[in-house]
């Protein structure tokens, strides 16, 4: 399973506050969490979206999947080898028969449409929801999670390395590129398109916020030399004033880095300054940790705003909301149905993710259930935590497993309405790869950072992001160019 203590670039050690306790708790939730991969893959060797219950039972899984499940199980299969729950010889044969299928599904410009039916690889045209025509999609950073987990299995399996990156090749992210144009910046920003429609051959939308997952489509594509570097700083680290309104004025102050003027942008919450997501919520911000040691190769950016964004959705939960449990992020609606969860005040939306479901109905049924808002809580939000916030993210998930049903077979159901215990009625691929890979990570020496990063990655994304200094910190830190943010040292000590 890994020595008690990861191992950062260089060797020096990465020191864990985890019990053996904890680590045993870690790796029983890991075999839990692999054998819903077990029970979603088909024999085409690909995921199902989700797997629902039926009743006291649980049914088949989803007939639907997208590049990002796909994605999510092949590092999972690396996962689960990494900590002993599969042979080598088992995780070989599953990775093969998923590249087997991929190479076999028709592409856009080397890219894979969004709706997948997993028996074939062939496309799902009619909604498995409401029987609407689907148009085929193919998305930008579902593709990202594709293609970075074919980097990881080309680097982890010397074996598959030909057929992952045969795979990987025609994977080029500038199909996605906008140009920057000075005479247009508004129209023409410099950013990654958000998805492509194949039928009319017409692009949508930017990605433009920094913190979100979709970074991990531009650190592929400047790794790969699709996008160029100076990319990275035109990603918007609060929304620009031209754009329209958000959800707070930021405070920061103007930089330059590659002869790109970027405005440091941060908003205040509850003491501290913290560069946002688009919505607020655990995954955009922190998915990308995941694969990547930000905290390491940006000290002065990502190493100061991870920690205070998740000590942010901490305090959240249990301080500003009171809910006893904290962890907000996208997942299966206890409801019915997916939404979008987060901390309003973490996000540039306006609108804002919120943290509870509005008009759920009031059924108390736990004595833990919260006398307040239906405050929706998702546990994979805690793992992606574990590695900031060790302690609290341990006991929040034991907390969560004690005071309602959402502990299965399967491992963690997708969330719990913490105001009348309803939980979800399943699992998804994607949360479910999340909390495998947030535990190799932790049992497993950092299995999945090295995996991706290690090599080319580093080589090309570490001195760019070196070079940033966010406007992260506690308020009562002056900004100013030269000056580290101060973080607090309960918030650091698990940082590498």
């Not at 002869?259 to 501290?272: D, H, I, L, M, Q």
């Not at 000290?299 to 939960?317: C, T």
């Amino acid at each position: 399973m890994g020595s008690a203590s990861g191992q950062v670039r260089g060797g020096s050690p990465r020191p864990s506050r985890l019990t053996a306790e904890d680590r045993a708790e870690l790796r029983q939730y890991a075999v839990a969490t692999w054998r819903s991969f077990e029970r979603m893959t088909f024999p085409s060797g690909l995921p199902a979206d989700g797997l629902n219950r039926d009743g006291a039972g649980w049914g088949t899984p989803t007939l639907q999947t997208s590049p990002t499940n796909i994605g999510a199980y092949l590092w999972s299969i690396i996962a689960a080898e990494r900590l002993k729950l599969i042979s080598r010889e088992e995780a070989l044969a599953r990775t093969e028969r998923t590249l087997d299928t991929l190479a076999m599904i028709d592409r856009h410009h080397g890219f894979y449409i969004n709706d997948i039916d997993p028996r074939t690889g062939g496309a799902v045209k009619i909604s498995i929801h409401d029987a609407t025509p689907r148009r085929p999609l193919v998305s930008c950073v579902d593709n990202g999670w594709l293609a970075a987990s074919l980097v990881m299995v080309s680097n982890a399996r010397p074996a598959l390395r030909p057929k992952a990156q045969k795979l990987l090749d025609p994977m080029n992210f500038g199909f996605f590129f906008d140009p920057y144009n000075a005479a247009d910046p508004i129209n023409h920003p410099g950013l990654l398109r958000v998805a492509y429609w194949a039928d009319d051959r017409s692009f949508y939308g930017h990605y433009g916020m920094l913190n979100s997952e979709a970074r991990i489509s531009s650190y592929l594509g400047i790794s790969r030399r699709d996008l160029p570097e100076d990319h990275y700083f035109r990603l918007y680290r609060t929304l620009p004033a031209s754009l329209g309104e958000q959800a707070q004025k930021p405070v920061g102050q103007f930089r330059e880095y590659m002869s790109v003027k970027v405005f440091e942008g941060a908003y205040t919450y509850r003491g501290s300054r913290i560069v946002p997501s688009w919505g607020g919520s655990m995954f955009e911000a922190l998915m990308v940790t995941l694969f990547v040691p930000e905290d390491v190769w940006g000290p002065r950016s990502w190493g100061v705003n991870h920690p205070l964004y998740v000590n942010a959705q901490i305090q959240h939960g249990i301080e500003e909301a009171r809910y006893g449990f904290w962890g907000f992020s996208p997942a299966n609606c206890p409801r019915g149905g997916y939404e979008v969860y987060g901390v309003k005040a973490l996000g540039t939306d306006p609108l804002g993710y919120l943290s509870f479901d509005i008009g759920a109905p009031r059924l108390p049924s736990s004595p833990a259930a919260s006398p307040t808002k239906h405050g929706v809580v998702t546990p994979h939000a805690s793992f992606l935590a574990l590695r900031y916030a060790p302690r609290e993210s341990m006991d929040n998930l034991r907390k969560l497993a004690a005071s309602f049903p959402i502990y299965s077979q399967f491992g963690f159901l997708d969330s719990v309405d913490v105001g009348s215990g309803i939980v979800s009625g399943g699992v998804l691929a994607l949360d479910q790869g999340m909390i495998m890979a947030a535990i190799a990570n932790e049992l497993a020496d950092d299995a999945m950072q090295h995996a991706f990063s290690d090599g080319p990655i580093e080589e090309a994304i570490r001195p760019i992001i070196a070079l940033e200094e966010f406007s992260s910190g506690r308020i009562d830190t002056p900004i100013a160019s030269g000056a580290r943010p101060r973080v607090p040292a309960e918030l650091t000590a698990h940082s590498r």
